[in-house]
């Protein structure tokens, strides 16, 4: 800041006079371009640029020299604009970061002009499609003072949405986050990066949530979602981002008051992840905070004083003890609440069994509890959610010390629900019955027939969904408990998958993944038994028939939930070897890589998977797997309909994403099958080269995604005996490619298998190629002139009756030798100058500061793709200015050279102004372009 304050009085002493003005920017500007060049990490480039942006925020707050200062800016900008393009990729980063610190460093009253902002938002919006991630995210930021979040059309934010949630670098999509504003429509981008696959993304989402986005303004299902992803999060970063959002901006928000947190929450509507914010806000309570939990309290209150009970500290958990009532008072609430609030009913149910797991109730207050839960698990007033939340509690609080006295409990109540009405109550049985099965997993092997008739298939001949979900549970745990049953229930699940109800086909869908899991798929091969007399008309099912449904669930199905919970089940088969089918894995993989899986908490689940699956304890072939799988996959996207969602998977992303999971160095030392999977990168670059030798001319996206995958590989890492096997066969095949980009992808990989000379075989071989074609169009070139010539004289000689055509004299070769010969040691001995930083630029005019705004709109046109007209850039070059006398050639000045004979000097001085025109030279303030402009103004008036 002191060096920017200096910088800003030198600034303001010399804007008095305009030549210092322009001394001024011109030093500056050269600064600059010493300071872009510098592309490693340098702290004292950051610095540099920092200070950049404090002069220029710092000229600009002032009210003197307004307009010295604003031209001075435009012209760093347009500065910066111009060289984002450069072939340095240095220069690119600097010169996007150089506009994020001016920018950001510009106080917020301080507008730009309209043409300044389409250049920066036209040349910065390209730089986000940068290869290199550094520029990108440089990029990125430098848009963010260019955005429009009120415009639904505006092209930056909808480039920033698109690229937090696509762009492949984790650090970009940080950034982008950090830099949208908050709107309507960026706000679900923001709220979509709690579900990315990295961790650091996450917890970034969930910091930033906390900061931009107040409570009231999130949906509440946006809000479910937020504690349903964040509190149960595999990662303890993310869990505590999200925790702390809760305890600081969410509380906060609700003036420290943790009910009115849980009212926003919305706990009759949301009673899971509502129990979840009271845990948390629970663990970290401090203070009086009001609790209440009469017969008149809140759900709300209710809520909390029960997680003070289970999670608070030691101190409130007193005062929670204080207020809580004893049990009796408790059972009369919930009877009371059982019709008229189900939700308060749901909250003292729960206070019940903090009591009770707190050892606040004796045994009368305790057996009291339990019998009021037996009332309510044979009512028909209990709805499902309170069903299940009986049958849980009931469970906890009698399994602990009487397992075989609640087995006999559950019994008797289903034989009591039964003989009351068994219609009417066939949802409490099938409640009933889960809990039952769950029991007896453990403890004891039930009557599985008994179950299937009476509770089963009733359930399912009613066709309530409610009660076939749970039905289909209970079938579930009969398949798991016993192979036999499975093999005669599986066909019945299968059946069920089909039903329209989505929450009953992915039930289904699980149990069916479930019982493959457990019993694997040659268990269903053997002879099964008879084993129930559930359904005789279903043929048991095979391992092949089991697999076959499966595999339908993930390819036919359109259900997207359905589909997940198959990508999944999928995974934990393939990672516990049950099954070993590559096109299930490359399934699987363009799946990750689909665009609609970006907000969907399976693209974590499958990159957890393929970050696990090549190091398993089957390793070696896990990784042979993963070898076909690739090809299967990029056989899928070459084939893939335009249109479709595979064609907008990359190709080159998939291969990196096959590379990086097969690389040999991440395999551990002494582990089993090791050297095996070293191998993994040997054998694709050998299959590789084989598909590029099938395809020899590598024309397609095939040929050139099999050459540009052997760039992928890590040919470091390569043994050396197989290093040499490969230099060979690439050799080999180099010969046979003949289209140039694929030609050089197999170089490169050549050279990193340690052929030092391949790029220059492969120019010797270009160059000869082209020797080749050159000397074939010559002889045809001059065969066509000669025989155009015959004509011309055959012809003008008929015409002139006899008279002949002097042709034009014919250049001596050995006089125009030694002209060459000067002209190259003249440009051999010309020096660089020094200020000739960036090569594709070198010859570009600086920039006058009251020339900015004239070129500010060409820039916009050349960044479009527009080319201006001769005639309107004269006329717009003509207007208001006078005219400029054209200069004369020196005695001694090189003269251009004569045009060819047979052109008028119309033609020849007509097609210099165009080369002039198309060479951008128009205004240019060089003597060689105003001499060689006012020579074709001459020859063009005379």
Known sequence: EAHARRLAEVFARDTGKQKH???????????????????????????????????????????????CARALLERCLLHCAKHSCARDKAVRMRTCQLVHEVLSALPDSFDLSEDLCQVLQGRFLERTRDKVVTVRLWAAQALERLQNADRDDDEVVQRLVQMASLDPSPEVRCAVMRTLCISARTMHALLSRTRDVKETVREQAFCLIAEKLPLV????????????DGLRDRCDAVREACAAMCRGAWLTACSGDPPAVLRLMGVDQFPVESALVAQCLAEAATGAVRISAGPNASAEDLLYVAALLSHGPEQQRER???AVPGLPAVCDAIAATLRTSPGRCRQFIALGEAATAAGLADDAGREAFVVQLETML?????????????????????????????????????????????????????????????????????????FVDAVVLPCLRRGDPSAVVWATKCLALLCISDVA????????????????????????????????????????????????????????????????????????????????????????????????????????SLLFFTPDTADSSVRQCLAVFFSAYPQ???????????????????????????GSALSRIPLDAVVEFYAVNTAPSTVPDGVEGADEARLSHVRLASRLLKNVAASWNAEGPAGRTYAH????????????????????????????????????????????LGDKDAYDKLAAQNSEASSKQHKNSAGTKTRTIQSSAEGKVRVSAEADKGQSV????????????????????????????????????????????????????????????????????GSAASKGKKKVKPHKPKPNAKVNQPAARGKSRASVSSSCSESESESGSVCCSSSSSSSSSSSSSSSSSS
């Open 709 to 752: 995958a052997l760039c992928a590989l890590d040919a470091a890492s390569v043994p050396p005996e197989s290093a040499r096997g490969l230099r060979v066969a690439t050799a080999k095949f180099a010969a046979l490619v003949k289209e140039r980009t694929a030609a050089t992808s197999v170089a490169k990989f050549r050279e990193a």
């Open 378 to 450: 044979i009512s028909e007033d209990t709805n499902e959610q309170l069903l299940e939340q009986c049958a849980h509690v009931y469970c906890a609080l009698r399994r602990p010390t009487d397992a075989p006295g609640t087995v006999a409990g559950i019994r008797r109540l289903l034989a009591s629900a039964e003989a009351a009405d068994a219609d009417a109550l066939l949802l409490n049985r099938a409640v009933l019955c889960h809990a039952l099965l769950s029991v007896e997993e453990e403890e004891g092997a039930a009557d599985h027939a008994a």
């Open 21 to 67: 003005a322009e001394a001024f920017g011109d030093t500056l500007l050269h600064v600059l371009d010493r300071v872009l060049v510098v592309g490693t990490k340098n702290r004292g480039v950051d610095c540099v640029l920092a200070c950049f942006g404090a002069f220029f925020a710092s000229i600009c707050c002032g009210e003197e020299s307004v307009e």
């Open 217 to 228: 303004s999130i949906p509440p299902e946006k809000r479910a979602s937020l504690i349903h």
């Open 616 to 642: 398993g304890p089957h390793m070696a072939k896990h990784r042979r797997i993963l070898e076909e799988a690739l090809f299967s996959a990029l056989e899928m996207l070459f084939s893939a309909p335009a």
């Open 320 to 322: 929670a003890e204080e």
């Open 806 to 873: 002097k042709e034009p004299p014919k250049r001596d070769p050995a006089e125009e030798a030694p002209q060459e010969r000067k002209r190259a040691a003249k440009s051999a001995n010309r020096k660089t100058p020094k200020s000739a930083v960036f090569p594709e630029v070198q010859d570009t005019p600086k920039l006058a500061a009251k020339e900015v705004k004239a070129e500010a709109p060409q820039i916009l046109r050349k960044a479009r793709g527009e080319e201006d007209s001769v005639e309107a850039k």
């Open 485 to 588: 049953v499975a093999r005669g229930c599986a066909p019945l699940l299968r059946e069920i998958a089909a039903v329209d109800d989505v929450d009953v086909k992915c039930t289904a869908v699980k149990a069916l993944f479930d019982v493959a899991s457990t019993h694997g798929f040659t268990s269903f091969n053997s002879e099964s038994p008879s084993a129930s007399s559930t359904s005789p008309d279903l043929v048991p099912f095979t391992g092949d028939d089991l697999l076959d449904c499966l595999h339908g669930f993930i390819v036919e199905e359109a259900d997207p939930q359905v589909q997940d919970l198959a990508a999944e089940g999928f995974a934990k088969l393939l990672f516990n070897d049950l099954v070993d089918n590559p096109m299930i894995v490359a399934i699987l």
